[in-house]
């Protein structure tokens, strides 16, 4: 289980230098993280290791992570963003 410190932690870092990242990770973050198992809380921090413009272009398709797993937790956010969820405000 996510404690509430490992949780605002990882959704602090999903707030990113790129207004464009942060349209796809924050929504995701906010409503999804709680709820992956604890190996895929895992892949999302390291994927929040990447650099913005390496996340960006797994995130829009230009380019596929090179780990499988983490390339699988990319496809998961990207259709999540495609489900037209919108982070209220």
């Known amino acids: ?7 605002k932690k ?4 999903s707030r990113r230098g790129m207004w464009e990242l942060d349209i796809l990770l ?3 973050a ?7 198992v604890p190996a895929d809380q895992v ?3 390291r994927l929040l290791e990447e650099e913005d413009q390496d996340l960006f272009a797994c995130l829009v398709e230009r380019a596929s992570h090179p780990d499988p797993d ?3 937790l990319v496809v998961r956010i990207r259709e999540y963003a495609a489900s ?3 982070r209220p405000h």
């Open 84 to 86: 037209g969820v919108r």
């Open 30 to 36: 906010e409503n999804r993280l709680r709820e992956l």
């Open 1 to 7: 289980m996510l404690s509430d410190i490992a949780y």
């Open 26 to 28: 924050l929504p995701f």
């Open 10 to 13: 990882m959704l602090w870092h």
């Open 70 to 72: 983490i390339q699988s």
């Open 43 to 45: 892949l999302y921090e």
